[in-house]
């Protein structure tokens, strides 16, 4: 075959990783939440409030997965900058093929991410935030929560003005003015994993791993 010629996906050596890495990043963020809805306390009578970083360092990496599952899904309808022709259709036909592994998976909160944009550029939201709360004569709150875990709205009353906080009653984690619901997306998560199961690539395997691939 010419070097330039196109390859079938089917036909490429490492087709199955494609497949291994959407089971390896959805079993992330099931995982991932599984721990945080475990370690986030909701006490039964009044309230919690956890000043824990290695939370919000899970939260942020359960984003990142979530973020990279979408680019392996869903990826722009024209080439990249550098990108040869073959490897644009070999993209395309490689995102093609998860969205049909998983066809009639539902992914709204998995695909929002508006969340992860204020984590990934949380100097510029914060100096957007920093003014506007600079400059007007009536703030959200009187109060700002950073780097918080809050069983309740309600351990502050009035309410905070949230600045990476996540309210374990809700499962729910909020940055400024956006929010993002872990719950739903650990429901997406969890039906992408029970499709993936019934693929032929994981007939023998229980969970993520490392793999030998011939070439």
């Known amino acids: 075959m010419s070097e330039h010629a196109d390859v079938k996906l089917e ?14 990043l959805a079993h992330g963020v099931k995982t991932k939440a599984e721990r945080l809805f475990a370690e986030a306390t909701v006490p039964e009578t009044g309230n919690v409030i956890q000043v824990d970083p290695e939370l919000h360092s899970l939260i942020a990496s359960l984003l990142s997965d979530a973020a990279n599952l979408k680019k392996l899904v869903i990826t722009p309808s024209t080439r990249l900058n550098g990108e040869s022709g073959r490897q644009f259709r070999l993209r395309k036909a490689r995102a093609a093929a998860l969205r049909e ?11 929002n991410a508006k969340v992860r944009n204020t984590l990934e550029h949380f100097d510029e939201y914060i100096d957007e935030a920093n003014i506007a709360l600079s400059t007007t004569k009536s703030a959200p709150s009187p109060m700002a929560a950073y780097n918080m875990v809050l069983s309740r709205w309600e351990v502050f009353s009035p309410r905070v ?8 009653s809700e499962r729910k984690f909020y940055n400024m003015k956006w929010s993002v619901d872990i719950d739903a997306m650990y429901k997406e998560a969890t039906a992408i994993v029970e499709r993936l199961a019934s693929h032929p690539a994981f007939a023998k395997i229980t969970a993520p791993g490392g793999l030998m691939v011939p070439l």
């Not at 036909?11 to 494609?18: A, E, P, Q």
């Not at 592994?101 to 695909?111: H, V």
């Not at 003005?161 to 374990?168: A, G």
């Open 11 to 24: 036909d490429t050596k490492l087709v199955t990783l494609y497949f291994h890495e959407l089971w390896w």
């Open 101 to 111: 592994a998983i066809a009639g998976i539902q992914l709204p909160e998995m695909f």
């Open 161 to 168: 003005y949230p600045i990476r906080v996540y309210i374990s």
